[in-house]
């Protein structure tokens, strides 16, 4: 069934209407008025709905039942990553979106091969919010995932004490892997963060100031991934965990 996503306030006691995506229904799609669609308001609800009334700007539509997605996770996830290169930054997006993480921050640190750049960064999360909203339609999320404007890497410090769990994956943690780390958990936590380091990696310095705010210090495995890819694993591991905690 086509799904399509509306804000909030297109959303009425018992109906809705679709503008940003009407002439892809009507000339692409070519779906026709009396057919349901499922609509999500991008905040966790879904909507069964049939189209009613078609003209040039707008889909009004009839709204049938609603409820919960069942395709969001219970715990709220916020990738940190480190800038890097821009076609990495839109991999990242895409994939980490699919996946279910709920929220990115690129951070400005030491070891980024790109520098950050105020008047570029604009274009750059316009760009990067279309890309995460686009994968959120595809691969049927309930949420459209934040994507901040990157930040500096003393505010990333700073919000460490935002999470119920802030960790940084860093190749000198295998001592205390990532399984070890949440099997040890008294409970399981409603927000986690994941801070992954540039190209170049993270800086020792770096990796003291994080520590010594609260995060945590996890290994991945005896392999080192790349930037693009060690977000995406933590991720993938933080879900199937949580996941089985909660069958």
């Known amino acids: 069934m ?6 909030p306030e297109q959303i009425r006691e018992d109906e809705l209407i679709i503008t940003e995506d009407a002439h892809h229904i009507k ?5 026709q008025a009396g057919e349901v669609l499922e609509v999500c308001d991008g905040q966790g609800t ?7 009334n078609m ?4 889909i009004k539509c009839r709204i049938l039942s609603q409820g919960p997605s069942v395709s969001e996770s219970s715990i709220h996830i916020t990738l940190f990553q480190g ?8 991999w990242i ?13 690129p951070v400005d ?9 105020a008047k570029k960064e ?7 919010r279309k890309i995460a909203e686009s994968a959120a339609k595809q691969s049927g999320r309930g949420r459209i995932p934040e994507v901040k404007e990157p930040q500096s890497f003393l505010q990333t410090v700073e919000d460490v004490k935002n999470y119920d769990l802030f960790l940084v994956p860093y190749e000198a943690g295998l001592d205390h892997s990532l399984k070890k780390t949440l099997n040890a958990l008294p409970q399981m936590p409603k927000t986690v963060a994941i801070l992954i380091g540039p190209e170049g990696g993270i800086d020792p310095g770096e990796v003291e100031a994080l520590t010594g705010a609260g995060a945590k210090i996890v290994g991945l495995g005896p392999r080192i991934l790349r930037t693009e890819t060690a977000g995406m694993a933590a991720a993938t591991m933080l879900l199937y965990h949580f996941d089985q905690m909660e069958l």
């Open 93 to 105: 997006l895409q994939k980490g979106t699919e996946l279910g993480i709920s929220s990115f921050v």
């Open 46 to 52: 879904d909507y069964q709905a049939e189209i009613e």
């Open 83 to 90: 800038l890097p290169k821009s076609d990495k930054m839109e």
């Open 55 to 58: 003209t040039g700007e707008e």
């Open 122 to 128: 604009i274009k750059k999360t316009e760009r990067f």
């Open 109 to 117: 640190m030491q070891r980024c091969v790109v520098r950050y750049d």
């Open 2 to 7: 086509p799904r399509f996503f509306v804000h």
């Open 27 to 31: 000339d692409v799609l070519r779906i």
